[in-house]
């Protein structure tokens, strides 16, 4: 399809989404009302009414109850770094993940055990129904929930350890490489995976985000000499983040 064979309701909500880009329809400022944009477009209810779902789908604009749509206001993008361990300092996993090292993040942690599914167990090397302990962590910056993070750790390795509840213990909040050093396991490799998918409700709730909204998922696996010691799945809202790689030449 040519770009000037588009449907009406892609024409217009084009045309407001310059707007908004242009500054003429400011964050916060109330989106023209369905009948407004049927009678300045030429255009039906229908296509009015799609026209919106499209900019409430790419997170332009959002409803409130009983008041209209409103233009949002959109999140100067972070940098999600990636550049492996860092052995100086601090070495938390909200740390690891932070491109600006004066942010002070504060996070949730609960730890549990439970049987490796079939992904999971995959990715540790191990047999779906092995025991594992699964950490689920919520992070904050400025008092804001910005990630969360599910890591999965065979029981094989740290139970009965002192190092088996990564938030508990002698090396409590220190990260798989300090923790896992602790056990004369040496993690010399870390592999990820970038996607994105439609946000769960639930994670979508968390972050601060409304239905609809992407988010990213890092999905790391820490390995000591071949084998996978930790996998994790970091998940944050797409629209506030750009992941950053810093990669060393050998």
Avoid: C
């Avoid at 740390?95 to 004066?102: F, P, S, T």
């Avoid at 390995?223 to 970091?234: F, I, L, M, Q, Y």
């Amino acid at each position: 399809m040519a770009f000037g064979d588009q449907p009406a309701y892609l024409r217009v909500a084009d045309d407001l989404r310059k707007k908004i880009a242009a500054g003429e329809l400011r964050p916060h400022a109330r989106l023209p009302s369905q009948a407004r944009i049927r009678e300045e477009y030429g255009v039906s209810d229908t296509v009015a009414l799609e026209a919106r779902k499209v900019l409430m789908a790419e997170g332009l604009v959002e409803g409130r109850s009983g008041s209209g749509t409103y233009v949002r206001a959109q999140p100067v993008p972070r940098l999600l770094a990636r550049n492996g361990y860092h052995g100086a300092g601090d070495s938390s996993p909200f740390r690891q993940e932070q491109a600006d090292e004066r942010v002070m993040g504060t996070w949730d942690a609960l730890s549990e055990r439970e049987e490796a599914g079939r992904e999971i167990a995959e990715r540790l090397g191990i047999e779906p129904g092995d025991r594992v302990m699964r950490t689920r962590y919520l992070f904050r910056s400025g008092g804001e929930a910005v990630m969360l993070s599910t890591s999965w750790e065979p029981l094989a390795i740290t139970g009965r350890t002192p190092v088996m509840l990564p938030e508990e213990g002698p090396l409590a909040g220190r990260g798989v490489v300090a923790r896992m050093a602790a056990l004369d396991l040496v993690v010399d490799n870390v592999t990820e995976e970038v996607a994105a998918r439609p946000g769960q409700a639930e994670e979508v709730l968390a972050l601060g985000g409304v239905p609809g909204h992407v988010v990213l998922v890092v999905s790391r696996t820490y390995r000591a000499g071949g084998r996978p010691v930790e996998t994790a799945d970091v998940v944050v809202l797409a629209e506030r983040y750009r992941v950053a790689y810093h990669l060393p030449v050998k």
